[in-house]
């Protein structure tokens, strides 16, 4: 079965940087569809950015050119680069994929398979 474990979280200071990493088991990626997902408490989960499984890419509006995703389908990984955080961005942050989807859709029903999430604190 497919797992997924997210990795990278952390407390950092505003206008600080993270890189999230969420590697795969049990299959390989490079045919999925990928995205990174993020809920704060008392929010509805939101699509941060997603990447199909031919690198085509799309990014929430409050990224803002802040935040890129990649992959590397020789580790099975997939990453978040974060810069430029915010308060605002503190939440739990999710990893998700989706055999076969060749577009870069954002509709969080699309992907059926779920990491388990990381903690993001952005925090002086």
């Known amino acids: 079965q497919l797992q997924l474990v997210e990795s990278g979280g952390g407390l950092v200071q505003p206008g600080g940087s993270l890189r999230l990493s969420c590697r795969a088991s049990g299959v390989t990626l490079q045919d999925y569809g990928l995205g990174w997902f993020r809920q704060a408490p008392g929010n509805e989960r939101e699509t941060v950015s997603v990447?199909?499984?031919?690198?085509?890419?799309d990014y929430a509006d409050f990224v803002e050119g802040r935040f890129t995703i990649s992959r590397d389908n020789a580790k099975n990984t997939v990453y978040l680069q974060m810069n430029n955080l915010e308060p605002e961005d503190t939440a739990i942050y999710y990893c998700?994929?989706?055999?076969?989807?060749?577009?870069?859709?954002?509709?969080?029903?699309?992907?059926?398979?779920w990491g388990q999430g990381t903690q993001v604190t952005v925090s002086s």
């Open positions: 998700a994929a989706e055999p076969g989807l060749v577009g870069a859709t954002r509709l969080r029903g699309s992907y059926t398979y």
């Open positions: 990447i199909s499984s031919v690198d085509l890419t």
